[in-house]
């Protein structure tokens, strides 16, 4: 059984830094992309940023430069380093698969607020 459990979320005011991390068991994790996503208050869940097994990345045009996602195979761990955050980056971000269709279940998320 797939488990996602993410943590680090938290207030900070805008132009501030976040790192959040989301641990997985159940899977091979090393084997998969994996994404950070986020899902803002009236809006749909959308993915932000990815790293495949490799070690390649994607981002929104809208985190490039502020956002870093990471991964460390041995503690099936994938990281997101948020700086430079705005209240428009508030939001759930969860974690799970990306390049495919996500895991049927996601954790609980961890809140980011944005705000002075």
């Known amino acids: 059984q797939v488990k996602l459990v993410e943590s680090g979320g938290g207030l900070v005011q805008p132009g501030g830094s976040l790192r959040l991390s989301c641990a997985a068991s159940?899977?091979?994790?090393?084997?998969?992309?994996m994404g950070w996503y986020r899902q803002a208050p009236g809006k749909q869940r959308e993915l932000v940023v990815s790293i495949s097994s490799g070690g390649g990345t994607t981002a929104l045009n809208s985190v490039k430069g502020r956002f870093t996602i990471s991964r460390d195979n041995a503690k099936n761990t994938v990281y997101l380093q948020m700086n430079s955050l705005k209240p428009e980056d508030t939001a759930v971000y969860y974690c799970?698969?990306?390049?495919?269709?996500?895991?049927?279940?996601w954790g609980r998320g961890t809140q980011v607020t944005v705000s002075s």
């Open positions: 159940g899977i091979s994790f090393s084997t998969y992309t």
């Open positions: 799970n698969r990306a390049g495919g269709a996500p895991f049927p279940d």
